[in-house]
């Protein structure tokens, strides 16, 4: 695969990248759940997800999981618990759907 500046990445690289990127999204939950720091992990994966967003091209998934990532970060009161929980299933199931895209 041949990012935005020429260079040639295989596709094992950028699957490996989706591994790591979606076990990380996973923890967001214990941590949510158990009272630890979520959001600068959460604002971490923003920031490298929206980077993989600028060297893919034509990755429209990886707006819509962007847009439910950042979204994540205004469900902060207790209530909205089972509302990130499933924010966050819904990122995981793009996740796959894009690891998927590039098998």
Partial sequence: MVLKYGIDVSNEAVINTIDRLTNQIFKLLPLREEGGDWEAPLKNLILEIGGMNRLLTDQTILFS???????????????????????????????????????
Avoid: N
């Fill in 65 to 103: 999981l962007l847009c439910k990532l950042e979204s994540l970060l205004t469900l902060t009161e207790e209530d909205d618990f089972f509302a990130f929980r499933k924010v966050i299933f819904e990122c995981l199931g793009l996740m796959s759907k894009l690891k998927k895209c590039l098998d």
